[in-house]
């Protein structure tokens, strides 16, 4: 199975590019949030998630191991394939969608194509109690057991792990987190978010 490429990107069109790896051309479907960051003939490395059917090899591919982890969550769904995982992951980057399944914004989840309020409702029940985990997790690991180094979450995620340590529940902590987040704005240092998080409770 195929968990990396790196190449340059000879073409990128509406729902995929071509990446060249050594003289190959690998056909990767990618949420908009990836193609986004991608330019022709620019050296790229993308995660890759590989879907074997019986008429076709399939990859999909993403900037970030954490992208490719909501891939894989979003599948766990019952009615969400790889295309309406991918349709999520291209209307809402993987903060906003932490934010809309800790605060169960149904009508956020409810944005991607294909996604109707029942598929958002079922979403947002399902995954809500994972997003504290990918939060906090500080690496993923591949197939083959090694790490992927992934960047630090940031002062939500820290915000987050201290809330936790006050004796929050990780989904509470998580909820806490995205609804200051919602208020103060992105950027917000995590002794503000921990401060608006409290004072939210206490009201």
């Not at 193609?35 to 008429?55: C, R």
């Not at 809402?92 to 029942?118: N, Y």
């Not at 598929?119 to 947002?124: E, G, S, V």
Request: aromatic share 2%.
């Amino acid at each position: 199975m195929i968990g990396k490429l790196t190449g340059l990107v000879d073409s990128i069109a509406e729902d995929h590019c071509i990446l060249d790896v050594g003289g190959v051309g690998y056909l990767v479907q990618c949420p908009t949030s990836t193609l986004a960051k991608l330019n022709t003939g620019a050296h790229v490395s993308l995660m890759i998630e590989t879907k074997v059917s019986d008429d076709a090899i399939r990859l999909y591919g993403f900037h970030t191991a954490e992208e490719r982890e909501w891939f894989r969550l979003l599948q766990t769904v019952q009615n969400v394939g790889a295309r309406v995982a991918l349709n999520v992951l291209s209307a809402l980057s993987s903060r906003e969608l932490e934010r809309a399944l800790a605060l169960s914004d149904k009508a956020a989840i409810g944005k991607a194509q294909g996604v109707g309020p029942k598929l958002a409702l079922r979403i947002t029940t399902e995954l809500k109690d994972k997003v504290p985990a990918i939060m906090l997790r500080g690496d993923l690991a591949t197939e083959g057991g090694a790490p992927i180094p992934v960047a630090p979450r940031g002062p939500e995620a820290d915000a987050v792990a201290a809330l936790i340590k006050l004796g929050y529940s990780p989904g509470q902590a998580a909820e806490m987190v995205a609804r200051a987040a919602n208020d103060l704005g992105q950027g917000s240092p995590v002794d503000a978010l921990i401060r608006e998080s409290l004072r939210a409770v206490a009201r």
